[in-house]
């Protein structure tokens, strides 16, 4: 009995330290395989310009063509400003003087503001009809005010039937006094507009 508990007792031992080694076989190979990502200057600009020289482009645009690096360096620091290499594939790398930090700043700006125009604003439409009733209208009115408040478009939409195009005025109301009840979260893009059998509204967010 002594004899089966001490090798009952080996055999649990030896498992616990085969899973100890394995977790640090699967830490060591996950640590090995990560790959550190620096992130460092998008362009080199003065002295982590390596190359002996350069085709340099003044901060006036003037083409200086191929000079040695050090010359390209002094002229930046005579005019207070960066050496840049905007083109580093080409033979020699082309750098142009100029203030690296609002280049930096200004190129920012227009890339965000490139992802905002490639944005797609979503919208939601809602439909009413002539005879929906003020509950139901302020209940649509709720569902559009929270939306607008996420950043989405609304389009209301009034469905004319037969003889109920024959008062399409109606439908404008209701829209127009949708506009007016919306006016502090939502601007109009579309006036109501009737067209077909429908009569339509569309609302941009404010921010």
């Not at 001490?6 to 330290?17: D, E, P, R």
């Not at 005579?78 to 083109?87: C, G, N, W």
């Amino acid at each position: 009995m002594l004899r089966s508990g001490l090798s009952t007792g080996l055999f649990v031992s030896l498992i616990a330290h085969f899973n100890n080694w394995r977790i640090l076989a699967i830490r060591k190979r996950r640590s090995s395989n990560r790959t550190r990502v620096d992130k460092g200057p998008e362009y080199r600009i003065n002295r982590r310009i390596r190359v002996r020289e350069v085709r340099l482009i003044d901060h006036e645009g003037t083409n200086h063509g191929v000079v040695p690096t050090n010359q390209a360096l002094q002229m930046a620091e005579e005019a207070e400003l960066d050496l840049v290499e905007v083109a580093p594939n080409a033979n020699p790398p082309v750098c142009r003087i100029m203030d690296y930090g609002k280049f930096a700043y200004e190129k920012t700006k227009r890339e965000r503001e490139a992802r905002k125009l490639q944005k797609q604003i979503e919208i939601k439409t809602l439909r009413l009809t002539p005879r929906t009733s003020d509950f139901h209208r302020d209940v649509y009115v709720n569902k559009a005010k929270k939306w607008l408040e996420e950043g989405k478009k609304v389009k209301f939409q009034v469905r004319f039937k037969a003889r109920e195009i024959t008062y399409p005025e109606i439908g404008q109301q209701t829209l127009e006094e949708i506009a007016e009840i919306l006016s502090d979260v939502a601007e109009v893009e579309q006036a109501p507009k009737l067209e077909g059998w429908s009569m339509t509204l569309l609302l941009n967010p404010t921010d």
